[in-house]
């Protein structure tokens, strides 16, 4: 069984989170620059079997895309053609920065860590990708 990579993307840093070998947990991994993120997930996909991408993908509280939306599908789109043999599934990001902010509270991290716009991210991705794990397990 491969593992579950979830990508919180942006336009200038790129959050990941993976899951374990059993897809059960998600845990914050990297957070990479938007150029370069291909690179890194391509060498990630030759050192760990990947099962499935999982990608939030943003939305107002109207459920209306934002000025990020198309940035995002436009990723999925490329990211599906970079590998074509991996499912790529798009989660609703709501809320994930918020959630992750207050995660890391809560988790005792220092103010300046919380203030880590790469550290929120990281957090963020593991966010997205817990909330697919939760919605796959209904």
């Given at each position: 069984m491969g593992r579950i990579l979830a990508v919180d993307?942006?336009?200038?840093?790129?959050?990941?989170?993976?899951?374990?070998?059993l897809q059960m947990i998600a845990n914050p991994l990297e957070t990479v620059h938007a150029k370069d993120v291909f690179t890194y997930l391509k060498d990630y996909v030759q050192r760990e079997p990947v099962d499935a991408f999982v990608v939030g993908m943003p939305k107002r509280l109207t459920g209306e895309p934002t000025d990020a939306t198309q940035h995002v599908i436009g990723f999925v789109r490329k990211l599906q053609k970079e590998f074509p043999a991996i499912p790529v599934h798009t989660v609703d990001e709501r809320f994930t920065s918020s959630m992750a902010k207050k995660a890391m509270l809560a988790g005792g991290l220092k103010k300046m860590a919380r203030q880590d716009k790469a550290t929120v991210d990281r957090v963020s991705a593991a966010i997205i990708l817990q909330s697919y794990l939760e919605s796959k397990a209904i």
């Open positions: 993307y942006g336009n200038k840093r790129v959050g990941i989170a993976v899951t374990d070998v």
